[in-house]
């Protein structure tokens, strides 16, 4: 029998190929139980490569290679980018985080401010460089082939030497109790780095992201100045948000 580690890995390679998977076809396959079965998907979906549906699953987010997450969630990403953009000073220096919201912020972004924007997302970067004023440094660093993203030793490395105005970060999770956070260590180590080289750290993270807590922590509510959400945010989840001490910043869908 494969390992919880192996079996995840197929069972995500068969959504990829799928689009679908059953609890039933899972079992079968691994020769399981259902029960095994649900685990598995609970762990994955926590985990947010998976979306548990009625008998079984598709494929999360964090499962979706980046041009496809682009295109979840699209109007509320294209909201939180908009209302981020009156958080972009008129000089100075930013960073960009990698991600699908962070990175709709790049796309809605017109420039003709003269800042420098530095970023680890190499899609970002690209969509950047053509703007008028803008000049464009990325961070260096590992590549990761699902994201696009520069992280690691040298990413860390080039945080440590540099001072910016805002920082504009992602997360695939926030909650009162575990703050922000992700799935992947090397990602949490880069944005928490982001947040330290960053006067203001604003967080974009469309409400889906409520709720919702990771392995890897990238910053406490305390340790980040904004979030902008958009209007599917709870209310209550928001006042307590604001009771932990953290401004969130509400985008409307459609305006």
């Known amino acids: 029998m494969k390992s919880s580690v192996g079996r995840h890995r197929e069972i995500v390679a068969m959504l990829h190929e799928n689009g679908r998977i059953d609890v039933a076809t899972v079992a079968q396959r691994f020769n399981i139980t259902l029960e095994t079965v649900r685990r598995d998907l609970v762990s994955l979906e926590h985990d947010g490569l998976v979306l548990r549906v009625h008998g079984g ?39 960009l985080d990698a991600g699908s919201t962070v990175g709709r912020l790049a796309e809605v972004w017109p420039g003709g401010l003269p800042i420098l924007v530095v970023t680890n997302a190499l899609p970002a970067a690209i969509t950047l460089v053509s703007k008028p004023d803008i000049v464009v440094h990325t961070l260096g660093g590992r590549v990761g082939p699902r994201t696009l993203d520069e992280v690691g030793t040298a990413a860390l490395q080039a945080l440590a030497q540099i001072s910016v105005d805002v920082a ?4 695939d999770g926030m909650s009162v109790s575990h703050g922000f956070s992700t799935s992947d260590h090397a990602q949490s ?3 928490r780095a982001m947040i330290g ?4 750290s604003v967080v974009l993270a469309d409400s889906s992201k409520i709720g919702m807590d990771f392995f890897a922590r990238v910053a406490t509510l305390r340790e980040v100045d904004l979030v902008i959400t958009d209007d599917g945010a709870p ?13 969130v910043e509400i985008a409307v869908v459609g305006r």
């Open 197 to 200: 080289a960053a006067k203001k």
């Open 189 to 191: 180590s880069t944005k």
């Open 57 to 95: 699953a598709v494929l999360g987010e964090r499962g979706l290679r980046l041009p496809h997450r682009v295109s979840v969630r699209s109007a509320e990403k294209d909201a939180i980018s908009r209302a981020a953009m009156a958080h972009i000073p008129t000089s100075g220096a930013i960073l």
């Open 168 to 171: 504009f970060i992602g997360a």
């Open 235 to 247: 209310a209550d989840a928001v006042e307590q948000f604001r009771a932990a001490g953290i401004d």
